[in-house]
């Protein structure tokens, strides 16, 4: 019986080392390499994730500065605007106050109407030269105005929010 046993044991052995061999073969064949392949495919979908979110920073970025860059113009725009306005609102008012001198001068009796408008000339409405104090006094206004543009520029670019100014002039 003995004679037996030798053998069925001999082939128990091979088959158990059979066994263990495609376990270990198994394990450093299949099982690790998947794992590293796991753990590669969770690295690229990480840097993925970054890229995409560095992406989505940049272009909201952009967005912002394009954004603050338009309303930049505008502002400018405006404050240009609103100089040209006051200055032709100030030619205005001294065209009718050298109108309304003219009239008084024409409805006297002793002048001629040429007199007149030699003793008082009647300056354009629009387009006129003011006195020096009247313009520096408009170009100061529109200079502070284009600061304070600049400001919110600068502002807006460095992520924070300053107050704006509407129409009038006044902070809101």
Request: charged share 25%; aromatic share 6%; glycine share 6%.
């Amino acid at each position: 019986m003995l004679a037996r046993v030798d053998p069925i044991l001999k082939l128990c052995l091979a088959v158990g080392a059979l066994l263990a061999g495609a376990g270990v073969g198994y394990y450093y064949g299949i099982f690790l390499p998947a794992q590293d392949v796991r753990r590669q495919t969770l690295a690229m979908a990480e840097k993925q994730a970054k890229a995409a979110e560095q992406s989505r920073a940049l272009a909201e970025r952009a967005r912002r500065e394009q954004a603050a860059q338009s309303e930049y113009e505008g502002c400018v725009a405006f404050a240009e605007t609103s100089y040209r306005q006051r200055w032709t609102q100030a030619c205005t008012a001294m065209h009718d106050a050298d109108q309304a001198a003219f009239e008084d001068c024409a409805d006297d009796l002793f002048s001629s109407e040429r007199g007149c408008l030699a003793r008082r000339p009647i300056r354009p409405a629009q387009d006129c030269a003011l006195p020096s104090e009247t313009a520096q006094a408009l170009a100061a206004a529109r200079d502070e105005r284009k600061g304070q543009c600049l400001g919110q520029l600068q502002a807006a670019q460095q992520g924070r929010s300053l107050p704006q100014a509407d129409e009038s002039g006044s902070l809101r």
